[in-house]
Every structure is written in structure tokens, then in C-alpha cells.
């Protein structure tokens, strides 16, 4: 018997550590390939936003708001936080289909303004650390992001120089673009809730496929580092996580956002991106 017990395995603390270590790295640094959807709910999310849409070389020529609608389709998961029962982890993985237009906006532009509409689709996710209000029940402060292609349709084109040819490469065509997004969903029971967000997107008048990819690593790896640090915190401030991730996760995008308006593949010397930004505000049904 105690051949046997002398020849079994045993687990040290330092390999525990380390695997722990590795999980924690893998979770912030590399993709989630694992693509768990069986296990995960069906979710609907349907979005109304007025949308603004800018570009830095426009002058003289300002574009009407406009009014826009997402059809989101997706599968969300939760998990209780392993540091805190009063924090949840909640992540959802989605695609969706949008189309935007003056018609459909709520303010009036200005007189002159440069009439559009916008038909756009993609894929991407929303996570955040959330707190427990009550049995399915919950406030959750998110940070997303994704890949999207747009179709941009002015009515008519700018008539002067500059203005025309800025806006041409875009112009009935599907540009490749990055979406951001900061918000809160509120979910009041287990199949239902309420989203209220900001998204600020960035679209490229081309897509340089080297300069982007090093562009998405500079802001991966900033990310993977405030996940990391947000982890830090969980574990001796768990009540603190949430708010210090959002600010954090989403002030990292949105600076990256503002350097891209200007060098679209930041830090790389690219041509200008034309930006979106929006307030949204949609429902959650979750089956």
C-alpha cells in the first residue's frame, strides 16, 4: 500500500500557482477559440441610436444626423465571479444587421446639411463585471467591440472639391471598420432587460491588412493589461472591480478611437477614418 501511495502523483502549490497563472494570461491575452455556443442562451437584442457621422477633412460640410436600427442575434453567457458572489462575469457573442437614415432621427440639422443613409452588418461582443442585485437580477457596466462593414450613401455628394472626393471612397461601398461600445445592461429578470450604450466606430476608406493587425495588437495588448489589473482589484476591492474595468477598458478605446479619426490604423501613418458615434438604447430577450 504504500508503494502505491508513494507512486502517485502529487499536485504541488507551485504547479497549482502556475496553472492558475496561465489561465489568468490566457484569458487576457489570447483569443477565446473555443466557441461554446451549446452551452450558452440565445439572445435578441434589438437597438435604436441616433447617429452623428464625421470626418476630419470636411470643412465646409456638415452631414445630417441620422436616426439608425440594429437587429443584434447572439448567444450570452453568465458565470458567477470567482472572487466575490455579489459580482457576476457576462459576456455576449453576437451578429447584426443595421440600417440607418435622416428619416429616422429625432433632432433637426442644420440647414444645408448633407443628407445619407448607412447599411451596415458585422459581428462582435460586449463583456463586463456586473453586481448582483438579486436573483437574476442584475447591473452590468460593458466594454465592446467588433468588426463591421458599412455602406454609406450620400444624397447627393458634396458638391465642392474637397468634400466630394473625401466622401467618395465611401460612397456606395462597403468599407471594413471597427465598432466600440460602452454601456450598461440592466437586466431585470432572466429572459429580459434593457441596454443603454455609446458606440464609437471608426470606418476605413481601405483596408490596409498589416497596419491594421499591428494597430489591434497595440490595443489588445492594453486591454489584456487592464483585465489583468481589474483582477488585481477583484481579489482585495471586488465592489470597485466593475466601475474601475469600465472606465478603464472603454477609456483605452475611446482614446484609440480619437487617434484613429486622424491615422486610421494608429500608430501607423494611414490615411484618415471616418467616425461614428451614437447614443443607443435597446432591449435584451433572452431565451
Do not use: C
Amino acid at each position: 500500500m504504500w508503494i502505491v501511495l508513494a507512486s502517485a502523483p502529487v499536485v504541488s502549490q507551485a504547479q497549482t500557482t502556475d496553472d492558475d497563472e496561465w489561465a489568468d494570461f490566457s484569458e487576457d491575452f489570447l483569443p477565446d477559440v473555443s466557441f461554446k455556443f451549446r452551452h450558452e442562451r440565445p439572445v435578441i437584442e434589438p437597438m435604436f441610436m441616433m447617429t452623428t457621422i464625421k470626418h476630419r477633412d470636411l470643412q465646409n460640410t456638415e452631414l445630417a444626423e441620422l436616426g439608425s436600427i440594429d437587429l443584434r442575434l447572439g448567444f450570452a453567457k453568465k458565470s458567477d465571479n470567482k472572487y466575490s458572489k455579489s459580482l457576476v462575469n457576462y459576456e455576449l457573442n453576437y451578429a447584426f444587421l443595421g440600417y440607418g437614415a435622416k428619416s429616422f432621427a429625432l433632432s433637426t440639422s442644420s440647414v444645408g446639411a448633407i443628407e445619407s443613409s448607412v447599411l451596415r452588418f458585422g459581428f462582435g461582443e460586449k463583456e463586463g463585471l456586473g453586481y448582483v442585485i438579486d436573483t437574476d437580477v442584475a447591473i452590468v457596466p460593458y466594454h465592446g467591440g467588433g468588426a463591421l462593414w458599412t455602406q454609406f450613401s450620400a444624397d447627393p455628394l458634396p458638391a465642392d472639391t474637397l468634400g466630394g472626393a473625401v466622401l467618395a471612397p465611401f460612397h456606395d461601398a462597403f468599407r471594413f471598420g471597427k465598432e466600440s461600445e460602452a454601456g450598461v445592461l440592466i437586466q431585470f429578470t432572466k429572459n429580459s432587460g434593457v441596454t443603454v450604450g455609446y458606440e464609437f466606430s471608426v470606418v476605413y476608406p481601405r483596408h490596409l491588412f498589416w497596419y491594421w493587425a499591428g494597430s489591434e495588437v497595440v490595443e489588445a495588448i492594453g486591454q489584456g493589461a487592464i483585465d489583468n489589473f481589474v483582477r488585481s482589484i477583484s481579489k482585495s476591492s471586488p465592489n470597485a472591480a466593475p466601475v474601475v474595468g469600465f472606465i478603464l477598458k472603454n477609456g483605452l478605446s475611446y482614446g484609440l478611437y480619437e487617434l484613429r479619426k486622424k491615422n486610421m490604423n494608429w500608430p501607423f501613418n494611414t490615411a484618415p477614418a471616418m467616425s461614428y458615434s451614437a447614443f443607443k438604447v435597446g432591449f435584451n430577450f433572452a431565451f
